[in-house]
C-alpha cells in the first residue's frame, strides 16, 4: 500500500531496491573495466618480468658464485668482490668509466645549451638547422662509431688529412694512449648532443616572454638576462639532461667496442665493456655480474646525490613539499 502511495504521488519514484540494482551493475561495470584494464597491461609485465627483473634477480644471485659457461654454478659468497679489489684492471676501468663520464658529459652539455640558444630564434630555415644538429641522435651507435673509425686513421683519416693541408702532423687518435679516450669523447658528443639540446631548447622556449621584457625594463644587459632570467628558469630542464647523460655515460659501451675495443693498453676500457669482457669473452659470469652491480650501485649512489643537491639549485623541485 505504501509503494501504491508513492507512485501516486511521484511516479518518477524509483522502485524499491532499484538504488541497489544500480549499485550492483555499476560495481560490476567497474569491475570488468579493471579487469580489462590488467589484461591491456599484461603484455608489459609479463615482458618487464621475463626480460628485466627476472635477469636482476639471476644476476645478484651469480654474483656470488663461481659459476661459467664450463660448469654449474658453486656458492662462493663474496670472493668475486674480494678478486675485484686486486684487480688492476677493473680500477683502471673504473678510473676510465669516472674519466669519460665527467669530461663528456659537461663538455657535451655545454655544447648543447650554446647550441640551444643559437636555435631558439624565429627566423628563415629554423627548423632545417634543429634537424640537422639532431640528426646524429638517431644514428646507430654501431654505425656513426664504424664511420669514426675511419675518420680518425692515422694515415687515411679525414681528420688528419685536413690537418695535413694547413701543416700540422696528426696523431694517431684511437691507436694512441694519450689520444684515445678524447677520441671516444668527440665521438660520443658529436652524436649525443642532439638530445641534449633538444630538451634545452623545449625548456628555453618554455620561459615566458614577459621575464625577458621586466629584466629589460629593469635595465639588465644581455648577459644579466641570461644569469638571472634564462639560467633560473632553465634548471628543470638542465637537472633532467644531466642526470641522463651521467647515467647514459657510465653505460656506455658501443662505441669503445666498435672504436678500440678498449685499447690501447686498456686506455679505453670502461667497466662497461670490462663486464663483457669478463661474462661473454672470458666466460666467468659470476665475477661479470658482481662487476655489473658495482656498476648498478655507482649510478644509484650519483642519481641519488643528484636528486639531493637538486633541492637547492632547481627551480619548483620541493614545490609539492
Known amino acids: 500500500m505504501a509503494a501504491g502511495i508513492a507512485k501516486r504521488i511521484n511516479p518518477e519514484a524509483p522502485k524499491p531496491g532499484g538504488l541497489a540494482e544500480v549499485r550492483r551493475a555499476f560495481t560490476g561495470l567497474r569491475r570488468g573495466e579493471t579487469i580489462a584494464g590488467y589484461l591491456f597491461l599484461a603484455p608489459n609485465f609479463i615482458g618487464f618480468i621475463i626480460f628485466m627483473l627476472f635477469p636482476i634477480l639471476f644476476a645478484f644471485y651469480i654474483m656470488l658464485t663461481d659459476w661459467s659457461l664450463a660448469k654449474e654454478p658453486n656458492f662462493i659468497g663474496l670472493k668475486n668482490f674480494e678478486t675485484m679489489v686486486n684487480d688492476r684492471i677493473f680500477w683502471k676501468s673504473l678510473v676510465n668509466s669516472f674519466y669519460y663520464t665527467f669530461i663528456a658529459v659537461p663538455t657535451g652539455i655545454f655544447i648543447a645549451f650554446w647550441l640551444a640558444l643559437a636555435l631558439n630564434r624565429k627566423m628563415r630555415g629554423i627548423i632545417f638547422f634543429r634537424t640537422v644538429y639532431f640528426l646524429p641522435q ?8 664504424t664511420v669514426w673509425r675511419w675518420i ?12 695535413e693541408l694547413v701543416g700540422i ?17 668527440i665521438m660520443s658528443n658529436w652524436q649525443g648532443i642532439g638530445f641534449a639540446m633538444l630538451i634545452l631548447l623545449a625548456g ?5 616572454e614577459e621575464y625577458y621584457e621586466a629584466a629589460s625594463i629593469d635595465g639588465a644587459s644581455g648577459w644579466q638576462r641570461m644569469r638571472f632570467v634564462t639560467l633560473p628558469m632553465l634548471t628543470p630542464a ?3 639532461v644531466v642526470v641522463t647523460s651521467l647515467i647514459g655515460a657510465f653505460q656506455a659501451f ?3 667496442y666498435i672504436l678500440t675495443e678498449g685499447g690501447p693498453a686498456q686506455a679505453t676500457t670502461p667497466l ?24 648498478f650501485l655507482i649510478i644509484l649512489i650519483i642519481t641519488v646525490i643528484q636528486w639531493q643537491l637538486a633541492r637547492r639549485w632547481v627551480i619548483g623541485f620541493d614545490e609539492d613539499e
Request: glycine content about 6%; hydrophobic content about 55%.
Open 138 to 145: 638517431i644514428t646507430l651507435t654501431v654505425a656513426a662509431a
Open 152 to 163: 680518425y686513421q692515422p694515415e687515411i683519416g679525414l681528420i688528419n688529412h685536413i690537418l
Open 169 to 185: 702532423e696528426g696523431p694517431k687518435w684511437i691507436h694512441n694512449t694519450k689520444w684515445a679516450m678524447p677520441s671516444v669523447i
Open 204 to 208: 628555453l622556449q618554455g620561459i615566458p
Open 238 to 240: 638542465l637537472f633532467f
Open 254 to 256: 658501443d662505441q669503445f
Open 272 to 295: 662497461t665493456l670490462y663486464i663483457f669482457q669478463n661474462a661473454f669473452r672470458f666466460f666467468k659470469m659470476g665475477y661479470g655480474a658482481a662487476l655489473a652491480a658495482v656498476l
